[in-house]
């Protein structure tokens, strides 16, 4: 008769130790995780205690008694996350962010401009002025500080309410007062506020089979306009794309996705992660896509989720993408706000290409490096084909692409 089978009581006892072990080891590390957090937050204290302590004992100007207070904490928590490393995320006082007060009527609209807090000076960054719009006719242009509007100074008015004055009534005029790099004076610039369609496509055929479409910006119009452009070019016997992305330094995250979707077939876009989320939330296009052959520009101006755009062509091999590195914006970001009325501009999430690549601070690389004189790029509105050296490579890529000589 065959003996039934047990565990012995030495394997019962290895395998005691092993969890005794495993545990163990799990338990050090996290107490130890715990540990050295503890030991940086009580460095950051005392830290400051001893700020505190010298200033209190050598300070020979006086703090204001009813406002020094409040603007000491404000620079505590703006520095803290200026310490961050992260250009995007800033800290917003009670000033800056409260809005409670601001109503805007319907029939204001604004000078059509893409503006960011900068903490620099406080005012109104323009990360981009659009094509068509009264700002960019006037004169405004990427990289501008706006820290006058009307007169008023926009640290004194606030953020928020700052923003909402460049918005008014259809044809008023609004006075804004620029600080532009390279510049020692102040400039100033009368925008008259006017409705406009956002011209965020431009597009040719560049020759009888190859279409070019310019995408300046993902906004709600682009997908519509591209719709158009991709009409018409294919109408007049394209049988091949060329999208440049150059210099598209901002946008919608779900225009990119909608653009995206019309030009992929069925497959993963990007993905987002969150701090705060266990999983990826994945957005997927359906089967519906652009057959023709497709060759995308991108250059190191190329940033956020103009990135997004030429990474998942990139990965899913939808189309090549030529170039030079992106500039590496792969983080979003959202407002939080503390219980004292003032917030946080925080980057929160991160976008993930098809292949598993995390770009922030990288740069998306393209599948061919070309780069342009900066001579070119300082003029690249009105640069011909002809002299244009990334147009003329994508050309040449695509006829290979096509099958043509």
Do not use: C, W
């Amino acid at each position: 008769m065959k003996s039934k089978k047990g565990v012995r009581i030495g394997t019962v006892f290895f395998l005691i130790v092993v969890t005794a072990f495993v545990t163990a080891i799990a338990t050090y590390f996290y107490v130890s995780s715990l540990v050295n957090d503890l030991e940086r937050n009580q460095t950051m204290y005392r830290k400051l205690d001893i700020i505190n302590q010298v200033i209190s004992r050598n300070y020979i100007l006086s703090i204001d008694a009813v406002d020094g207070y409040d603007n000491i904490i404000d620079g505590i928590a703006s520095g803290y996350i200026k310490g961050l490393g992260d250009s995007s995320s800033y800290y917003l006082n009670q000033k800056n962010y409260k809005s409670a007060s601001i109503t805007q009527d319907a029939s204001h609209i604004g000078i059509g401009i893409v503006y960011s807090y900068d903490m620099a000076t406080g005012g109104i960054a323009v990360d981009f002025a659009k094509y068509g719009s009264p700002a960019r006719l006037a004169g405004i242009q990427k990289g501008d500080v706006i820290i006058e509007i009307n007169g008023v100074n926009v640290t004194e008015d606030g953020y928020k309410k700052a923003v909402s004055r460049l918005s008014g009534e259809e044809g008023s005029v609004v006075a804004l007062t620029v600080v532009r790099a390279g510049e020692s004076d102040l400039l100033t610039f009368d925008v008259t506020r006017n409705y406009f369609a956002p011209e965020t496509v431009q597009y040719r055929l560049i020759e009888n089979n190859i279409g070019y479409i310019f995408i300046n910006e993902f906004d709600r119009t682009t997908l519509t306009s591209f719709n158009v452009a991709f009409e018409d070019l294919t109408n007049k016997g394209a049988k091949g794309l060329i999208i440049d992305v150059r210099f598209n330094a901002s946008g919608n995250f779900d225009s990119v996705i909608e653009v995206l979707d019309r030009i992929m077939p069925s497959g993963i876009m990007v993905s987002i992660r969150e701090k705060s989320s266990d999983g990826l939330q994945l957005y997927f296009s359906d089967d519906k896509n652009i057959s023709l052959p497709i060759v995308v520009i991108q250059n190191e101006y190329t940033s956020d989720v103009a990135e997004v755009f030429t990474a998942a062509l990139r990965d899913t091999e939808k189309a090549v993408v030529v170039g030079t590195l992106t500039k590496g914006i792969g983080v979003g970001q959202r407002d939080i706000p503390l219980s004292d009325g003032t917030a946080i501009h925080l980057s929160t999430y991160e976008y993930v290409t098809p292949g598993g690549e995390r770009f922030n601070g990288v740069g998306v690389a393209p599948n061919y490096v070309i780069t342009m004189e900066q001579s070119k790029a300082e003029r690249f509105e009105t640069l011909s084909t002809e002299e244009d050296d990334q147009l003329q490579f994508a050309l040449t890529m695509l006829k290979e692409l096509m099958g043509v000589q």
